[in-house]
């Protein structure tokens, strides 16, 4: 009985849970294509285009509906966004390393300098959630 009850306690923390993830702010006249990176360590923070960096990611065109689902296992995940307006696959930044293209991030977790922070973006992601990431 006591296998029984950890087999089942086991397989219920490795059920994907459903991330709703709500895009505010897209600029629509810009388009482009909006990339969404998930982390689920700060190693891989906050880079978006490494593909070997991070634990999941989507890149989809700039649309009218900008609302992406992502099935995760249960844990702790922190997202890094921005639209990619000319399509090179990186986050362009003027001479001064600040972004010109729109970007976001969970919880909109960032310092007065507008850098993304860690410890402030982390999902707890334990059921289904919908999150709202807002583009600046």
Known sequence: MKYLLLTVLLMSLLVAQKLTVELNNVELKRGGVISIAVHSSEKTFPSCKDKSKYFK????????????????????????????????????????????????????????????????????????????????
């Open 57 to 136: 990611h989507k890149r989809y065109p700039v649309s009218v509906n900008n609302t992406v689902c992502f099935n995760l296992p249960v844990g702790e995940y922190s997202l890094t966004v921005f639209q990619d307006t000319n399509d090179n696959n990186k986050i362009d930044k003027n001479f001064i390393g600040l972004p010109t293209e729109p970007y976001g991030i969970s919880n909109d977790s960032l310092d007065s300098l507008g850098r993304p922070i860690y410890q402030g973006s982390v999902i707890n992601l334990d059921k289904n959630k919908s999150v709202t990431i807002n583009l600046r």
